[in-house]
T-cell receptor, first 110, second 116 residues
Framework: DAKTTQPPSMDCAEGRAANLPCNHS???????VYWYRQIHSQGPQYIIH???NNETNEMASLIITEDRKSSTLILPHATLRDTAVYYC???????????FGQGTRLTINP | GAVVSQHPSRVICKSGTSVKIECRSL??????MFWYRQFPKQSLMLMAT?????????EQGVEKDKFLINHASLTLSTLTVTSAHPEDSSFYIC????????????FGAGSRLTVL
């Protein structure tokens, strides 16, 4: 699986859009980008995933660059409950086993 | 939606005793479940892949005799920490996929083990 690089921490004001970057410059053509988050002392929660097209669901949007070397997770209107560690993972579809990096600790400030 | 339940959520035990943690898929069958461990302020570390009806596959550095995994049914996997020591104190989390070939894992809420 391709290595991903994320900033260790970010802050965002409540109500504003939170944009979390992820670098995956060595991603291969059959690897998807998955995003999970982990709220303190809970199990991780799936957010969204994509291959090359931008994706949107009820939780977030995922923007993948055309060369697929990086992506951005967007939480359009961050709330205090979005404070969590966000993990970006590149993995081959169907591989099942997910290896988590250090993620980005996002703090939403009132 | 897919739900994975873990029990117990918290357990405190004495050094030298064994502790069993259960992971159940409540509304789907899971032929494969995964066990992770997480130390404070660290990321999740994959310990092993639990396969229904066969032996678990352990990650490098994880002692299979220390962390016994049993996946006897399509909805239940158990992790037993044998002869627990204080250094085994950690947050143990299980996960499962509810669709074959998918990477959308559903995680349990985790079990916090404290060994005195």
């Amino acid at each position: 699986d391709a290595k991903t690089t994320q900033p260790p921490s970010m802050d965002c004001a409540e109500g504003r859009a939170a944009n979390l970057p992820c670098n995956h410059s060595t991603i291969s053509g059959n690897e998807y980008v998955y995003w999970y988050r982990q709220i303190h002392s809970q199990g991780p929660q799936y957010i969204i995933h994509g291959l090359k097209n931008n994706e949107t669901n009820e939780m977030a949007s995922l923007i993948i660059t055309e060369d697929r070397k990086s992506s951005t997770l967007i939480l359009p209107h961050a709330t205090l409950r979005d404070t969590a560690v966000y993990y970006c993972i590149a993995v081959i579809q169907g591989a099942q086993k997910l290896v988590f990096g250090q993620g980005t600790r996002l703090t939403i400030n009132p | 939606g897919a739900v994975v339940s873990q029990h117990p959520s918290r357990v405190i035990c004495k050094s030298g005793t064994s502790v069993k943690i259960e992971c159940r898929s409540l509304d789907f069958q899971a032929t494969t479940m995964f066990w992770y461990r997480q130390f404070p302020k660290q990321s999740l570390m994959l310990m092993a892949t639990s396969n229904e009806g066969s032996k678990a596959t352990y990650e490098q550095g994880v002692e299979k005799d220390k962390f016994l995994i049993n996946h006897a049914s399509l909805t239940l996997s158990t992790l037993t920490v044998t002869s627990a020591h204080p250094e085994d104190s950690s947050f143990y989390i299980c996960s499962a996929t509810h669709r074959a070939g998918a990477n959308v894992l559903t995680f349990g809420a985790g079990s916090r083990l404290t060994v005195l």
